[in-house]
């Protein structure tokens, strides 16, 4: 059967679209586009009037934890994908910190087979590192041919620069990225939070920007050198910014995402000793956060990530100092950005962007799209309608976030995998 | 005036008028322990678990006897003793004490921000902050001020001055927090490894230098270097510490000749100050620990007794 949406606002960054248009799906496939009212409706057509909703191409996250194999008490492959669909996204990347780590095709394998019936689609990352230890390589061929879409030992750096140098130069002849956090593990050894006025009083150990700077400031240097692709994971600081703005106009092959919440919330979320705002990388200041909305709106920061990571309640009940780090993303991400966009800090346009085809060009993927022959991978999205995210909607298995009865303005309504509406908010 | 907290987790949030009010309810307490008979029945029949899952040997005696001289039960539990070695989390060993139906618990815990961990679990206890990590640890504060009101008469227009290990130190946290509460200057002085510019965020002058830090300086507080120093590479060593910062009689009678010395202990000797200035008359170390029974007795009663005036008359046994 075929479906037509009809009276939607397409944003299509990509293409350049940023009107109402008719679109035509049909099967797993998009059918047409067309102004609105040429595409005529017959009668095998289910019609589905979306007047005053937009769309947009199917959100993807390159940036989340799906913890299955190994931590299905947290989250699992079925679990997350309804999150994301939830969230908007038709499509998300899986970083490989399972038990055990994504470094083989077996653990692909697994996360794929998983993968199939899970509502939204999955992309393995792979390690760069055995076990992500950091120690040797991991096997780029094999993950790729398995289907890891890039590598990653997110969570940890790779903190020794020769295995660094040598996986960049060999994932050149893959055509992969290296998606890289970047922490320098003795600056911010023992840290909770951002270092600053507020750690201090609070007597945490904390993080300074620096630690996530010099590494930057390294892996520009080797994107450098070898050529190999290298893009930033969660990138947190004002001064990481600067530093990437300046590889850029160096033509240093390099791409970055922010975290919404890095976005719009600050340190002083961990007042109160709040485990739920412990992250890694830690909640800035309000500097950093000026400073990464005028990076994303400059493309300095090309897309946004949620770092979606799940915990169990105990592992967040607990010392500050002992709690997990990382909070859910998947369901709030589109809701922070339609907020941020709602209040002129960015543009629906770039939002959407970065939440689309430049999340894909930083991995090097040629983007999704809003017309003929593409998949149909399809968001359907309200700028307008309050949404406040609580335990009732939440579709991970895990309930960590400081976010939970929040107001937001702007989320998702129906959410189109494979012509298939695999989420509809319920009225 | 009253204290109308249920808590003590830290000087944090207190008013001028509360740690006045503190302080003054302590002084009342100081003459019980120069008594013959030293008890009092204020807390018969209340429970007071000192939980102390982090090595203590002065606090939590200083809170034990200060709970026994108000007549209540003690029960001490030290992490050594009780099951966290045995993997039990804070939580569970809380929910267990709790259980038992304690009127207060003293927690001192490796951890910053265990107190208001606790508060959550035990929202019907009165709990009290023996040291949480490198967070707070108000009672020390209080004792230190209770000590500096003694001696000098006042807590107004002072310049109280840290010396030594102060980013790894709850003490001068809960110091700062009261003195910046009272308007008085707090100067800290150290390596700028420890004296972190943060510290004037907080409003605190930072030095890096003795001989500057000290002109005008009412009271010298002594924090400890701790020995773990060369894993965090905060000074090459302690020697060299001591080169430049280690407190002595000449160097106090020349930069600053009426300040007293404060120190919270324990002391290391030779490193952070010499044992002549440590046990000479500007020296109110002792003077300090005999007043925490007091604080400790204040508190204790202003939380459990349920009522905010205490006069020692009525009390008599």
């Known amino acids: 059967m075929k479906i037509l949406l009809k009276g939607g606002h397409v944003v299509d960054p990509f293409l350049g679209i940023n009107e109402k248009k008719d679109i035509l799906v049909n099967g797993d496939k998009i059918e047409a586009v067309e102004s609105p009212n040429i595409i005529s409706v017959r009668d095998e057509v289910k019609c589905i009037d979306i007047d005053n909703l937009y769309i947009s191409p199917g959100l993807v996250d390159i940036h989340v934890h799906l913890r299955e194999p190994g931590q299905e008490w947290k989250e699992t492959i079925a679990s997350g994908a309804e999150a994301a669909v939830a969230g908007g996204f038709t499509d998300v990347c899986c970083m490989p910190n399972t038990k055990p780590v994504n470094d083989s095709k077996a653990v692909t394998d697994y996360i794929l087979d998983k993968a199939k019936l899970a509502k939204a689609k999955i992309h393995p ?26 590598f990653s030992d997110d969570g940890r750096p790779v903190s020794n620069s020769q295995i660094m140098r040598r996986a960049l130069e060999y994932c050149k002849m893959l055509g992969r990225v290296l998606t890289v956090h970047e922490e320098d593990l003795q600056l911010s050894a023992g840290f909770s939070m951002n270092e600053s006025a507020l750690s201090l009083s609070m007597g945490l150990k904390g993080m300074p920007d620096a630690a996530e700077n010099v590494m930057i400031t390294r892996d520009i240097e080797l994107a450098r050198l070898t050529k190999g692709r290298v893009h930033f994971c969660h990138v947190s600081t004002a001064r990481g910014v600067q530093l990437i703005k300046r590889a850029k106009e160096d033509g240093i092959p390099v791409t970055a995402e922010v975290s919404p919440h890095h ?13 739920q705002a412990k992250m890694s990388m830690p909640l800035r ?4 956060i000026d400073a990464l909305l005028d990076g994303l709106n400059h493309g300095i920061i090309d897309c946004i990530a949620s770092d979606h990571a799940p915990h169990e309640t105990d592992s967040k009940n607990i010392e500050f100092d002992l709690a997990s780090f990382g909070m859910l993303g998947l369901q709030t991400t589109l809701p922070i950005v339609l907020t941020l966009v709602s209040q002129g800090k960015i543009s629906l346009n770039r939002a959407i962007e970065s939440l689309t085809s430049s999340a894909w060009k930083s991995l090097d993927y040629s983007p999704k799209s809003i017309k003929k022959d593409q998949p149909a991978d399809i968001t359907i999205f309200d700028p ?44 | 005036m009253s204290y109308n907290h249920q808590h003590l987790l830290g000087i944090s949030g207190l008013t ?14 100081v003459e019980i322990s120069e008594r013959s008979v030293k008890k009092v029945p204020a807390l018969r029949g209340k429970t007071i678990v000192n939980l102390f899952l982090e090595p203590s040997t002065r606090t939590r005696t200083s809170f034990e006897i200060a709970g026994k001289r108000l007549s209540a039960d003690v029960i001490n539990i030290s992490g050594s003793s009780s099951s966290t070695t045995k993997g039990e989390t804070l939580i569970d060993t809380v929910l267990n004490i709790k259980s038992m139906r304690p009127d207060v618990i003293v ?8 107190c208001e961990l ?10 009290i902050n023996a040291g949480d990590g490198l967070h707070e640890h108000p009672t020390q504060a209080l004792l230190d001020a209770l000590t500096i009101k003694q001696e000098l008469g006042t807590l107004k227009d002072l310049t109280v001055t840290l010396v030594g290990d102060a980013l790894r130190s709850r003490v001068a946290r809960s110091n700062i927090l009261l003195h910046k509460t009272l308007g008085n200057k707090v100067r800290v002085v150290a390596p700028p490894t420890i004296a972190h510019s943060h510290f004037e965020d907080l409003g605190v002058e930072v030095f890096y230098d003795l001989k500057k830090a000290l002109p005008g300086s009412d009271v010298v507080m002594s924090l400890r270097m701790k020995h773990e120093y060369q894993k965090d590479y905060y000074v090459p060593n302690l020697d060299e510490y001591a080169v430049n910062f280690l407190l002595t009689e000449s160097i106090i009678s020349k930069y600053c000749p009426s300040a007293k010395i404060l120190a919270p202990g324990p002391i290391n000797r030779g490193t952070e100050i010499t044992s002549e200035l440590a046990d000479g008359p500007r020296s109110l170390i002792f003077k300090q620990v005999t007043n925490g029974v007091a604080v400790r007795m204040a508190v204790l009663f202003l939380l459990v007794a349920g009522k905010n005036d205490y006069s020692p008359s009525e009390e008599e046994v």
């Open chain 1, 125 to 150: 990352i792979g390690a760069i590192t055995m076990q992500s230890k950091g120690e040797s390589l991991a096997p780029y061929g094999e993950l790729t041919e398995a289907g890891c879409v890039a």
């Open chain 1, 263 to 275: 976005l719009f919330l600050d340190e002083k979320s961990v007042i109160g000793f709040n485990t």
């Open chain 1, 285 to 288: 200041s309000q500097v950093d």
């Open chain 1, 384 to 427: 307008d309608r309050n949404f406040i995210f609580t335990d009732k909607i939440n579709k991970s298995k895990s309930i960590n976030t400081p976010l939970f009865n929040r107001e937001f303005k702007g989320c998702a309504v129906m959410t189109m995998v494979n012509g298939i509406f695999q989420y509809e908010m319920s009225k």
């Open chain 2, 16 to 29: 001028t008028d509360e740690i006045f009010f503190l302080l003054e309810t302590s002084q009342k307490f």
């Open chain 2, 107 to 114: 927690l001192r815990h490796a951890y910053s921000g265990s």
């Open chain 2, 118 to 127: 606790l508060k959550k679990l035990v929202p019907n206890t009165r709990i």
